[in-house]
């Protein structure tokens, strides 16, 4: 089951976990774009394809979504969906703040006691959470997303370490820049020859999978991971939360 699957990087582990054989239900809030994603897959890939429109945002999506699986199991979870922010905390309503803790937070930590419960309960599955750099440090003025990245690693992680030695498999994918239509819809500026590269949405599910079950969490990108460790080992938390905070500022032109 892959939560947020129409475009972008959910749209790239459907095609992938499709390229693999797998049937699957796909989620998203937008019937028709998932229908179109459905209809490729299947008729692409030959594999069986469910739709769930649900918003994450929804206090009860889990119940939702659980409701209009009639009993199908879930053996594989990613959990893509989130919304973002970027701009001054403050002059963001504090109701959209509270959406982007639903669809970033409570949603992934429902499905988890939901649907990671009865993989626990069957000794078998494996969940991918997405993560982002920006979760690494603080990050100014991507604040609450960066804070709600920070809490899907750190949830993952944990639940690694709970979880290992009963037959589930979990870990945090970390992306940095990638690709998407949300992210090109920010229209960002690129800030540096030196900033890591921009990774295509592609890219990602391959080196996700290949680290799920040896690792808590995983830096997807070569350039991503020297960025992190230089960031998270050579400096002080102080000059990277600056760093982060400054970049942001040029890239948005804030
Ligand atoms: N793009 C990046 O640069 C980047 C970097 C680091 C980490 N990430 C992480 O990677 C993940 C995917 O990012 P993305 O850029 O591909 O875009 P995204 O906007 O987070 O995800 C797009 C997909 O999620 C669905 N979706 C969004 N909100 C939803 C909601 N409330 N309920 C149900 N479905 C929802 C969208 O379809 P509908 O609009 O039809 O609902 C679409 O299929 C996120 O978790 C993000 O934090 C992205």
Redesign the pocket.
Known sequence: MV?????????AFATYLATEGLDMVL????LE??QQMVDKLKSRYHVEVTCIP????NANATQQIEEALHGKEINLLVY?????YIGPFIENSVEYHEQMAQ??MLSPLNFLHTFGGKMLAKGRGAIVL?????GFQGSGFFTM?AAT?AYNRVLAESLWYEWKNNGVDIIACC????A?P??KNTLPEKISIFAPRVQL?EEIPNECFKKLGKRPSYIIGSGNRVASFLMQKMMSRKMAITLMGDNTKKMYRL
């Open positions: 939560a947020g699957a129409s475009e972008g990087i959910g749209a989620i998203a809030r937008r774009p998932l649900c918003d994450l945002a893509n969906a989130a919304l973002s669809v970033n997405m993560a982002s750099l920006a997303y990245k992306a940095g820049a990638t998407t949300n992210f949405p």
